[in-house]
């Protein structure tokens, strides 16, 4: 892929000075310098432009700055990478050239930062076996560029290295990047694929990364790439008219938890002690929500909770779940290859049909479903009413509306059947005072069904108050009556686990232990000795399983 091929578009004309240090003439006659640094930080487009942040992704060769234009009302990520020279551009073209010709299949083995240290050791051997004689800079700039596009994602790397990117969208050639960011919303950027043929060759390369194939007769990609990235693909003009198209959503390393949840105040304490009662007491349980209301990451942060020696089957289209139990096997789908058979699927794919009844026999405790949407659904609430704890997450905004959906085609499970499930989540995006927020809108429990007037009865525990952006419990729980009477607990005993949990989650989250990992240690050690851990949470002093927390 050429480095003119696409365009970032920084002013050539920037001063010497920049993000990082050193110091460094080159160009010849009449050639635009990019200045003194590896990177130069270019000025802001003028005195309506103010600078919001700018983040170090790979110093000191890429930064990402967010800008707000006054007069235009909107926001700008730019990407900043090292400025080339003509010269430097020429040198960057021939060795990707050289460079394609020569990497054989043994490459692809290495590990990253393997991959890394071989590409510098090329570069640095192509100018010398070249008798080119640069500055030590201008070296670094070519390592650069010659890493970011073939171990990187080309003009996208910096955007999938930023921690702050959730989406990333190109919507076809010539037009402007634009990514969801976790403060910001909605962003164009600065970046945009000039020609067909490089957005083309880009698509062409995600497929590879996702091991699939993407050509004129197979337009569209889904899959996921080694990282955990989830890709959407267009190839071409073939089915979008403004050329080959692309969403990358960011696979976080770092999975969602429940302290996360009542830290951005999606939830209150007492919810998330609420769905830690409900897990342990094995509550199936689907999460509703309309697009990036947050689902799978309340999934995740709920599944926590499941017990450490409980048995996990996780299903997924592409893998999103990540959980730190050992007894835990995650499956996702695959496509096939070739026409369609009369079943509808093609040779060698598996569906999420396929992967939930091979669930069944594996005798899991919980099955972790990631989204329903057809005939996997029936199955799945066969092995509810089997005693499988079940957890997914579907598109509904209401009891309503899920149970609508549940049973008409493509699901079409009976009513009667959806009994078995005992809590339902409402989670939505909402614009309030604070921004775009997500919140859990209500927590209810399936109570049971009304042969009658064939409507299941529901009982709302808690309700999120958007005039007030607080929590409200609505009075009565049946868990509580349920787990009161299977441990023989009076009232006030149960109060006083509930309250239990609720300290010991308010004194994570105060202290921000949000690391999976380590939060999972100190729920596992409270499974072991409730009132010891609960105990030493109230004098200030956590776990020794939780000291480790970021």
């Not at 921690?163 to 990333?168: G, Y």
């Not at 939930?356 to 609430?381: D, S, W």
């Amino acid at each position: 892929m050429s480095s003119s091929s696409f365009r970032v578009k920084i002013p050539r004309n920037v001063e010497a000075g920049g993000p990082a240090g050193g110091g460094e003439k080159g160009g010849g006659p009449g050639e635009e310098l990019p200045g003194t640094f590896i990177t130069a930080m270019p000025p802001l487009g003028g005195p309506e432009v103010k600078e919001l942040q700018v983040r170090a992704i790979q110093p000191p060769y890429s930064y990402g700055r967010i800008s707000y234009n006054e007069v235009r009302k909107e926001y700008l990520y730019e990407v900043i990478e090292p400025q080339l020279t003509a010269h430097e551009r020429e040198l960057v073209d021939h060795m990707k050239a050289t460079l394609t010709l020569i990497l054989g299949p043994e490459v692809a083995s290495l590990s990253l930062s393997d991959k890394r240290a071989y590409l510098r050791g090329e570069v640095e051997a192509y100018l010398k076996s070249r008798e080119i004689s640069i500055g030590p800079l201008s070296i670094e700039r070519l390592i650069y560029y010659i890493q970011r596009d073939f171990v990187g994602y080309g003009p996208a790397d910096a955007l999938i290295l930023d921690p702050e990117v959730e989406d990333i969208s190109c919507d076809g050639v010539e037009v402007p990047l634009f990514i969801f960011h976790g403060k910001y919303e909605s962003v164009k950027t600065n970046v945009v694929f000039a020609d067909e043929d490089t957005l083309n060759s880009f698509i062409v390369s995600l497929g590879q990364r996702c091991g699939k194939a993407v050509s004129v007769s197979a337009p569209i990609l889904d899959g996921t790439t080694p990282e955990g990235h989830r890709v959407q693909a267009t190839y071409s003009r073939e089915v979008t008219t403004r050329g080959a198209s692309f969403t990358i959503r960011r696979f976080k390393e770092r999975p969602f938890t429940p302290v996360d949840l009542i830290t951005t105040g999606s939830a209150s304490p007492e919810m998330i002690a609420y769905l830690w009662l409900a897990a342990e007491q094995g509550e199936s349980l689907i999460i509703c929500g309309g697009p990036a209301s947050g689902k799978t990451s309340t999934l995740n942060a709920v599944a926590l909770f499941i017990p450490p020696t409980s048995k996990i089957v996780s299903i997924e289209d592409t893998r999103e779940v990540n959980l730190p139990h050992e007894n835990w096997i995650p499956g996702a789908t695959r496509s096939g290859t070739g026409d369609r058979g009369p079943d509808g699927k093609a040779a060698g794919e598996i569906d999420m049909f396929d992967l939930v009844r091979a669930a069944l026999r594996q005798r899991p405790n919980y099955i972790i479903v990631g989204e329903v949407r057809g005939k996997e659904t029936y199955t799945m609430f066969q092995a509810m009413a089997t005693g499988h704890t079940t957890y997914s997450t579907m598109h509904a905004d209401s009891v309503k509306s899920m149970v609508n959906r549940l049973e008409n085609p493509p699901i079409n499970t009976p009513r009667i059947l959806l009994s078995a499930l005992n809590n339902v989540i409402i989670q939505v995006q909402a614009r309030t005072a604070k921004g775009v927020v997500r919140r859990v809108k209500q927590i209810l429990e399936i109570v049971g069904f009304e042969p009658e007037t064939n409507e299941l009865i529901t009982n709302t525990v808690y309700e999120w108050d958007p005039g007030a952006d607080t929590f409200i419990f609505k009075g009565h729980s049946f868990l509580f009556d349920k787990v009161m009477e299977l441990k023989n607990l009076t009232t006030d005993q149960m109060d006083a686990e509930f309250d239990r949990r609720v300290l010991v989650l308010r004194f994570l989250a105060e202290h921000k232990i949000n690391d999976y990992r380590a939060l999972w240690k100190a729920i596992t050690a409270y499974y072991k000795d409730p009132a010891a851990v609960a105990a030493r949470f109230k004098l200030g002093q956590p776990p020794e399983a939780a000291s480790g927390a970021n």
